[in-house]
């Protein structure tokens, strides 16, 4: 009985474990819940102002019931995760060729040190212009915020890989493409990670404002809509719903990290975001 | 001097290329409002105090919000790292709402405090903390025991030693994340400004846009742009000034 019940408990904390959180981690988080459903239920502040959670979980029960949950889920993830491989493989081969070839370098190096630290999001009333409100101007605009910590950090990842690696495989014999595979790509692949790590989440925080400005389907247009009618459990179930799909993005990216760098004794270390 | 033109050159060719391209007719002037133009919408904003008072709402609001989240979000990671209950509470919110994006924090605050200056700096306030949060704790528990220690033994009271020792050993990290923190108000303040406001840089791009004065958002888009490029700059000089005590 009691050895069930401590293989029970065990059993537990290895779930709560797997979620990313320790036991005292739930706690504190509970309680955090606790004293939420607390204070909205005192009257101490207006249900309008802070609705209790268990009205927030009932309406994000009724979207998903719905079918309205996985709708404006599944076309913000569409958006920000298309965007974000753009990003990916567009970022990896600019910076590649940043790298390895002085005319790109010439072209390109201005323009990502200036564009880098600029606030991109400013242009997104002119990528409507552009492209209407569709999609692709959402997708665009990830594409244009995400791509530059990819290409910076392919950049200096490349640059950083030991000359004698590169001198070694010519000379055994490597042409471009298979250096390019076998020794530069892996060789930069920890701080590739690391800036695919960083251009993740702004992926979703620019998808999310591109779906509040334009709104429509999406969880940032659902949301917006939810504040202009004053509804705040709608509001209130955005955010959690975003909170919750952001932190398993996030957590799903740095699984990924850790299995594509076992073999690097970077592996151990903690991810930066 | 010449090498600088080289290396800026792109820069210049773009400029040219985007003069040109709308003129020629290679794209429309209503999508691509050719450059002089767009200069001389600028100079007209300017003249007008559109922009001056815009700009002015803009960076207050940024200013101030990034202030509280630097002060309060750098406190709470130094905290974090130097008193273990604080730690046991906190750090898993912090890692819960980390991956947040901040962005589905604008809605709440719209509800909470209206469209005005309050909503905006309450935004940036909590969008941009705990970048700073992170780099405060990450910094603080870096800092050598040793130093600690031998503070503590030479009669350094605990508050003595938080101070002179651990502070100053979570600088580089906190001001790192201060950094970030200093890109995410931007982004925060524009976007939050282009949905719900009645002024600043964003409420002034939209209200041009929907107007179809296209040569005087391209100006906005632009200044916003410079003014983020600018404010990184002279923060990394900041930076380097503030740590030169480091080796």
């Known amino acids: 009985m009691s050895r069930g019940a401590s293989n029970g408990a065990s059993a537990v904390r290895a779930l709560l474990g797997a979620l990313g959180l320790g036991m005292a981690g739930w706690i504190s988080i509970l309680v955090l819940v606790a004293a939420w459903e607390g204070v909205a239920r005192s009257g101490l502040v207006t249900p309008f102002m802070l609705p209790a959670p268990s009205v927030v979980l009932d309406r994000v029960w009724t979207d998903a019931a719905s079918g309205d949950l996985l709708n404006n889920l599944g076309l913000t993830l569409y958006r920000a995760l298309t965007g974000f491989a753009i990003a990916a493989a567009g970022g990896i081969a600019l910076g590649v060729l940043i790298a390895r070839n002085r005319a790109v370098r010439w072209f390109f190096?201005?323009?990502i040190s200036i564009g880098f630290p600029m606030p991109k999001i400013?242009?997104?009333?002119?990528?409507?212009?552009?492209?209407?409100?569709?999609?692709?101007?959402?997708?665009?605009?990830?594409?244009?915020?995400?791509?530059?910590?990819?290409?910076?950090?392919?950049?200096?990842?490349?640059?950083?890989?030991?000359?004698?690696?590169?001198?070694?495989?010519?000379?055994?014999?490597?042409?471009?493409?298979?250096?390019?595979?076998?020794?530069?790509?892996?060789?930069?692949?920890?701080?590739?990670?690391?800036?695919?790590?960083?251009?993740?989440?702004?992926?979703?925080?620019?998808?999310?404002?591109?779906?509040?400005?334009?709104?429509?389907?999406?969880?940032?247009?659902?949301?917006?809509?939810?504040?202009?009618?004053?509804?705040?459990?709608?509001v209130f179930a955005g955010i959690t719903e975003i909170a919750v799909a952001g932190y398993c993005i996030v957590k799903g990216m740095e699984r990924l990290r850790r299995r594509l760098l076992v073999w690097h004794q970077e592996a151990l270390a903690p991810p930066t975001v | 001097m010449k090498a600088a033109?080289?290396?800026?050159?792109?820069?210049?060719?773009?400029?040219?290329?985007?003069?040109?391209?709308?003129?020629?007719?290679?794209?429309?002037?209503?999508?691509?409002?050719?450059?002089?133009?767009?200069?001389?919408?600028?100079?007209?904003?300017?003249?007008?105090?559109?922009?001056?008072?815009?700009?002015?709402?803009?960076?207050?609001?940024?200013?101030?919000?990034?202030?509280?989240?630097?002060?309060?979000?750098?406190?709470?990671?130094?905290v974090m790292a130097w008193w273990r209950p604080v730690h046991v509470v906190m750090?898993?919110?912090?890692?819960?709402?980390?991956?947040?994006?901040?962005?589905?924090?604008?809605?709440?605050?719209?509800?909470?405090?209206?469209f005005g200056d309050g909503s905006k700096i309450l935004l940036i306030f909590l969008g941009c903390m705990l970048p700073v949060t992170l780099g405060a704790y990450n910094g603080a528990?870096?800092?050598?025991?040793?130093?600690?220690?031998?503070?503590?033994?030479?009669?350094?009271?605990r508050l003595r030693t938080l101070w002179d020792v651990v502070v100053p050993s979570a600088l580089p990290e906190l001001l790192n994340g201060a950094r970030t923190a200093l890109a995410l108000s931007f982004v925060l303040l524009v976007s939050s400004e282009l949905i719900v406001s009645r002024k600043g840089f964003g409420y002034l791009i939209g209200f041009l846009g929907e107007g179809?004065?296209?040569?005087?958002?391209?100006?906005?888009?632009?200044?916003?742009?410079?003014?983020?490029?600018?404010?990184?700059?002279?923060?990394?000089?900041?930076?380097?000034?503030?740590?030169?005590?480091?080796?």
Request: aromatic letters at 8%; charged letters at 15%.
């Open chain 1, 109 to 111: 190096d201005p323009l």
């Open chain 1, 122 to 234: 400013a242009f997104l009333p002119i990528v409507v212009l552009w492209f209407g409100f569709h999609d692709v101007s959402k997708i665009t605009m990830v594409v244009f915020d995400a791509i530059f910590p990819v290409v910076t950090a392919t950049i200096a990842g490349t640059q950083a890989i030991e000359r004698e690696l590169l001198w070694s495989a010519r000379n055994l014999g490597a042409n471009e493409r298979q250096l390019l595979r076998e020794i530069v790509l892996p060789a930069a692949l920890p701080q590739i990670l690391t800036g695919l790590q960083v251009a993740l989440p702004i992926a979703l925080i620019v998808c999310i404002v591109a779906e509040m400005t334009m709104g429509g389907v999406g969880l940032g247009g659902a949301m917006i809509t939810a504040a202009r009618f004053a509804d705040s459990p709608g």
């Open chain 2, 5 to 78: 033109f080289i290396r800026y050159l792109p820069l210049v060719l773009l400029g040219l290329l985007w003069e040109i391209a709308p003129r020629v007719g290679l794209v429309s002037t209503l999508a691509l409002p050719p450059l002089s133009d767009v200069l001389k919408a600028w100079l007209r904003l300017l003249e007008g105090g559109d922009l001056w008072s815009n700009a002015a709402a803009s960076l207050y609001r940024a200013g101030a919000g990034l202030l509280l989240s630097i002060v309060i979000g750098g406190a709470l990671g130094i």
């Open chain 2, 91 to 114: 750090s898993p919110l912090v890692e819960l709402l980390y991956p947040m994006p901040k962005s589905a924090l604008i809605p709440v605050t719209a509800l909470w405090l209206g």
């Open chain 2, 141 to 157: 528990r870096g800092s050598d025991q040793a130093l600690v220690w031998s503070a503590r033994s030479m009669g350094a009271s």
């Open chain 2, 212 to 247: 179809g004065v296209y040569d005087a958002m391209f100006a906005v888009v632009l200044t916003v742009a410079f003014l983020g490029f600018v404010a990184d700059r002279i923060y990394q000089r900041l930076m380097k000034r503030v740590l030169q005590w480091q080796e």
